[in-house]
């Protein structure tokens, strides 16, 4: 009954990817008005670089999983 409103599992690791992107793309403007500010606190802006890195590598596992390996 409702098998169309279902999303196929590469549909939702696609969907993931989007939001992680935009989490990681969020967090890349932060850090930057922070810095630009001159009133950053250190820590701070480093816990939201580790953030920022984290979701990086997990934006690169879910492109590879989503990425078809070629064979040369």
């Not at 409702?2 to 932060?30: F, I, S, T």
């Amino acid at each position: 009954m409702n098998a169309h409103l279902e999303m196929d599992p590469e549909e939702v690791l696609r969907v993931k990817l989007e939001v992680l992107r935009r989490e990681h793309r969020d967090l890349d403007e932060a850090i930057a008005a922070l810095a630009h500010s001159g009133r950053a606190d250190p820590l701070t802006l480093q816990r939201l670089k580790k953030q920022k890195l984290a979701l990086k590598d997990q934006i690169t596992r879910l492109d590879d999983l989503l990425t078809p390996d070629i064979i040369a």
